[in-house]
């Protein structure tokens, strides 16, 4: 919703030219209420608003920006004063943007750009999207192992302005290897003991990732280890970058997401809903929707091979519905836990023969309590004691089924290398549905003949 309490003002501010007050505002505010107001705004006024702030301020407030705006903003302003914005940007959130961009802005953009900064924007654009290199940040406090604790504190107090975070400083050897960490709270305890040398108050055993780890499991290591921040390294160990703990929780909110899409049956976006043009949501989700309508097929057909049963025992239409909800339901459901648990780590593969067996004495018992409910169903719709046992059993055997199948069809994905939550809820339900229709009518016939 757009905030219209400062736009007036705003304008007034732009239009009289009054640098104290848009000077004022850019710094009294916090960079998201700021940019909030700003919402207003059109691109034009937005960017001469934070021109006004200093370099820093500019560049927090242009991040709470839309992301559209950015692209935007950064496709259509004075390639300078876009270089300058750039320049104090961390470089993962500028190669993120500069994807959006065309090659040739791209282009004049980094010329522009201070060479050790334009130095770690290539570096950073050289690594696969999704992996540990592509997510990290190259400005994390660095510092020899040979300082002491008065000179390493003189050196973070250059290095601050430009950190993204401190919680940790890094103790590297003169080739750049990583030796140890020291945490921040740790160097300031050591105040009272200034020639105390980092290598005497630095962890050695440190929790790193390596360049090329998928970023799933980055995330999962933060995580694991309740990290504020994980050094990045490469396959010599030299400290390559930092992955700070809101870039992990921008990778488990996408890894979410596309669980979501995936467990939904449709293939998972590569952008948001509105960004994603009509014929790639089409494609996304046609592709699912056909694997899904030819499931729906084999279920017709399954009907159609008993067509005989059917018409010579015409009330057994009346509980189809029931059966085929009752396996797809269930099934889908146990899908849901097992896919979720193996997100969370919870489950793994190895638990294979204990989850069959929880799910298939749930399925028993929910199976016998649903077949009841339907067994008396069939007496008030006028069956016999005799030829109503075909609900009961049939439920109680789809509903097993059904849980048995929905928590094994997961584990046998991921055992293959792929992702749980391929094995979405519709499939599920599809093949429950066959199934379902094939035990419900063989039980027909061995009951009724």
């Not at 020899?144 to 008065?150: K, S």
């Amino acid at each position: 919703m757009i905030n219209t309490l400062f736009l007036p003002e705003l304008r007034e501010m732009l239009s009289e030219g009054n640098l104290e007050e848009l000077r004022e505002f850019c710094t009294a505010l916090h960079p998201a209420r700021a940019a909030e107001f700003m919402e207003g705004l059109d691109n034009d006024e937005s960017w001469q608003v934070i021109q006004h702030a200093t370099p820093n301020a500019r560049a927090e407030i242009f991040q709470y920006f839309e992301i559209d705006r950015q692209h935007e903003l950064l496709a259509s302003q004075d390639e300078v004063e876009v270089a300058s914005l750039v320049t104090n940007l961390p470089a993962d959130d500028v190669v993120d943007l500069f994807q959006e961009l065309d090659t040739s802005r791209v282009d004049q953009i980094l010329a522009l750009v201070p060479a050790p900064d334009r130095r770690d924007i290539r570096r950073l654009q050289t690594f696969a999207e999704g992996t540990a290199g592509a997510l990290m940040t190259t400005e994390a406090a660095c510092l020899a192992e040979n300082l002491t604790v008065r000179q390493a504190l003189e050196q973070l107090s250059k290095q601050a302005e430009r950190l993204e975070t401190i919680y940790y400083i890094y103790v590297i050897d003169s080739t750049n290897h990583l030796r140890g960490i020291v945490k921040a709270r740790s160097l300031v305890s050591a105040i009272g003991r200034p020639e105390t040398k980092l290598v005497d108050l630095m962890q050695t055993d440190v929790v790193t990732v390596n360049v090329q780890d998928d970023q799933e499991a980055v995330a999962e290591k933060v995580a694991f280890y309740n990290l504020s921040a994980i050094p990045v390294v490469d396959d010599q160990r030299h400290l390559v970058g930092i992955i700070t703990h809101d870039d992990i929780i921008d990778v488990m909110r996408q890894e979410a997401t596309e669980d979501v899409q995936r467990i939904s049956a449709m293939e998972p976006l590569s952008d948001s809903y509105m960004r994603t043009s009509f014929l790639t949501l089409s494609w996304k989700r046609g592709m699912w929707l056909t694997i899904l309508f030819f499931t729906g097929l084999l279920t017709a057909l399954a009907l159609q091979y008993y067509n005989q049963e059917l018409e010579k025992f015409e009330w057994l239409i009346w509980f189809l519905p029931l059966i085929i909800s009752s396996g797809g339901n269930s099934g889908s459901q146990s899908a849901t836990l097992i896919i979720s648990g193996l997100a969370a780590k919870d489950l793994d593969r190895n638990d294979a023969m204990v989850i069959l067996r929880r799910e298939a004495l749930t399925g028993l018992l929910l199976g016998s309590f649903l077949g009841t409910i339907g067994y008396i169903a069939s007496m008030m719709l006028g069956q016999t004691y005799f030829t109503g046992l075909v609900i009961p059993i049939t439920i109680l055997s789809v509903v097993t089924v059904g849980t048995s199948l929905g928590s094994m069809l997961p584990l046998i994905l991921q055992k293959l290398g792929l992702d749980p939550a391929l094995m979405s809820n519709p499939l599920i339900a599809g093949i429950s549905d066959i199934l379902g229709i094939v035990i419900y009518l063989n039980v027909a016939v061995l009951i009724l003949g």
